[in-house]
């Protein structure tokens, strides 16, 4: 049996991004230079190059997100999940704060009242904030079409918007909704995203901030 070489993570992360690279190149498909990084890195943590077809940006949408977070927005993912996958040691070099509601008592308490999700409330919460927000939801549809509401109604208006819920019911239906309105966005179109993928186009904006920092 062939022995499996032994890779610090530093090497495994730098030869996928190697492989992901050469495997787009016999595809055919050219990213675009500011977007290249984070549809990289969302092939990285999925596997799935049909990312590359269906991340969807709007116009200036990186370049946007980043003057954003260097302003001091404040990144609101729809799971912990999400927020636990968001690297704490960029945030915390890039000064940006990264918070959840679904595990707020206010919110379960109003979402039981009114018979909604958890993660359309947290949306209200996030609305509260005092600073520009940047909406991460990689799991609940609700949170999209609560803050297209939202939008609509001329309540509240996210700073930014990263839309990549996944699953069946109303999820390409919210992510449709959510790229009519002025925000900018990126938004996976399809069923396709999650927790995973939510925290992967936050942790590559942050990345790219700290290269581009350090030279």
């Known amino acids: 049996m062939d022995r499996i070489e032994r890779l610090l993570p530093e090497e495994i992360e730098r030869r996928s991004f190697e492989i992901i690279s050469a495997e787009?190149?016999?595809r055919g498909?050219?990213?675009a230079p500011d977007q290249e990084r984070i549809t990289k890195r969302v092939i990285h943590t999925s596997a799935d190059f049909d990312y590359a077809r269906t991340l969807t940006y709007s116009a200036h949408a990186v370049e946007t997100a980043e003057r954003l977070l260097l302003e001091g927005a404040c990144i609101v993912t729809d799971t912990n999940m999400a927020l636990a996958g968001i690297n704490k040691g960029a945030l915390a070099k890039l000064q940006v704060e990264a918070r959840c509601f679904m595990a707020d008592q206010t919110v379960a308490r109003l979402a039981r009242e009114r018979g909604t999700t958890r993660a359309?409330?947290?949306m209200e919460l996030?609305?509260?904030l005092d600073k520009p927000v940047i909406c991460a939801i990689g799991?609940?549809?609700t949170a999209l079409l609560a803050l297209y509401e939202m939008i609509r109604e001329g309540r509240w208006r996210p700073a930014f918007v990263i839309g990549v819920p996944?699953?069946?019911v109303h999820v390409e239906e919210a992510k449709r909704r959510m790229?009519?309105?002025d925000v900018p966005y990126i938004?996976?179109?399809g069923r396709k995203g999650g927790s995973t993928i939510a925290a992967a186009i936050c942790n590559a904006l942050l990345y790219g901030l700290l290269q581009k920092r350090e030279g």
């Open 126 to 128: 996030a609305s509260r």
């Open 120 to 122: 359309a409330v947290s």
């Open 187 to 189: 938004i996976n179109r």
């Open 166 to 168: 996944v699953g069946f």
């Open 139 to 141: 799991n609940a549809p």
């Open 29 to 31: 498909i050219v990213l």
């Open 24 to 26: 787009l190149e016999e």
């Open 179 to 181: 790229m009519e309105t």
